[in-house]
């Protein structure tokens, strides 16, 4: 009867430690796949502090709403909306799959509820109701988002929709993405606590974050989440501590939770990493950097001057047409600007730079020309997407 017991006892104790062991394998499996990649750096001074596939393409989901909220934040700065202007709701955007706030075409939204729904409900429709409202078109105004992500530094990165939904071809980088999210931070701090927020209300329904970061993590103050069956889990976190501040990009997780304890993994590396850095001010952290970071920023003139100073252009402006705010961007003196079209974004890509995964027929042109795509580009097959699937 004891020899028994003992077995039954030990069989007890080895379920949780043999589930245990799995749940491991299973964490390390998340970051073999081939979507993973990420990049975590101190967003003071732009020193890299882990990065690992950072400039491969991935498919960036909804993070690619962190250039529409960008785009947004440039016209409150400059006047040309305000937080009570209205936008019009096209059917073409009322039609966008979920996650959504459900709007009617026709009716009217606000550029103060605008920004929360992309934020904390990472509002499919909305994205687009921003781009008709800014750009004359979806189409036009993802030109305008690949035209500004030239300027910031983002080298790999194309758009060719304001939300992130599945395209082929629309594409960015872990470290370029950590870029737009230094770029969101410093160039428009008036509106960076709208990322910390953790709900919001809109006719009468109360939305919850996606980013559960920003309630489980010391410091953290959101920017944005984005999934789509193709790219998986992707997060854009940045943290600010009494130690430093830093942006970190994880890409690529199986689910949100290995995701986000992932992102935690790493960004409690990147502290432990800048400490030792700064007491030992290694080689290392004194001559790696990304832009758009400047201890001198503020003093330098901010972003008019950061665009004039690294793209030989007048800063971006905006001007009415027919009741829409369509943007007019800078053009720099080596970088044709893309001329307004009505032909659909997703017959014109930018050429990446020769290391790309692009096929070898594709033409060789200057890294950030739009031009015609004779061949496609996919960082990873897109999935059929699943029935009353959700892309946030």
Request: glycine share 6%; proline share 6%; no cysteine.
């Amino acid at each position: 009867m004891k020899k028994l017991i003992a077995i039954f006892t030990l069989l007890a104790l080895s379920i949780p430690l043999a589930n245990f062991a799995n749940a491991n394998n299973r964490s390390l499996d998340n970051w073999t796949n081939s979507r993973y990649a990420a990049f975590i750096v101190d967003s003071d001074t732009g020193k890299i502090l882990h990065q690992e596939n950072a400039n491969q393409l991935r498919y960036p989901a909804s993070l690619t709403k962190m250039m529409t909220l960008y785009l947004l934040f440039e016209s409150l700065k400059k006047g040309t909306v305000t937080m009570d202007t209205k936008f019009k709701i096209s059917a073409n955007a009322a039609s966008r799959p979920q996650t959504n706030l459900s709007l009617r075409g026709g009716d009217t939204i606000r550029v103060r509820d605008a920004i929360p729904a992309l934020v904390i409900r990472s509002a499919n429709d909305v994205a687009v109701v921003v781009a008709e409202n800014l750009g004359g078109t979806e189409s036009r105004f993802a030109q305008i988002m690949t035209t500004r992500a030239r300027q910031l530094g983002m080298t790999r990165t194309l758009f060719l929709n304001a939300n992130g939904l599945p395209n082929p071809k629309q594409h960015s980088t872990a470290k370029d993405l950590a870029i737009l999210g230094i770029a969101l931070k410093k160039h428009y701090p008036q509106y960076y606590h709208f990322f910390k927020q953790k709900s919001f209300v809109y006719n009468g329904r109360t939305y919850l974050t996606h980013n559960n970061l920003v309630n489980t993590y010391a410091g953290a103050e959101g920017i944005k989440t984005g999934f789509i069956n193709a790219s998986g889990f992707n997060v854009v976190t940045s943290v600010k501590r009494p130690q430093g501040n830093i942006i970190g990009v994880v890409m690529g997780g199986t689910t949100s939770r290995t995701r986000d304890a992932q992102m935690a993994k790493l960004l409690d590396n990147g502290y432990s990493k800048l400490a030792m850095l700064k007491r030992q001010s290694s080689p290392e952290y004194a001559n790696t950097k990304i832009y758009p970071v400047s201890k001198g920023y503020r003093a330098e003139g901010g972003y008019d001057r950061f665009v004039a100073q690294r793209q030989g252009g007048a800063a971006p402006t905006a001007v009415a047409t027919s009741g829409s705010q369509v943007y007019n961007p800078p053009v720099a003196s080596n970088t044709p600007a893309p001329a307004p079209t009505t032909t659909p974004a997703t017959n014109y890509a930018a050429t990446e730079p020769a290391a790309a995964p692009a096929t070898a027929a594709a033409p060789a042109a200057p890294a950030g020309n739009l031009q015609p795509r004779t061949s496609g580009f996919a960082p990873a097959p897109l999935a059929k997407p699943r029935r009353l699937a959700r892309y946030y």
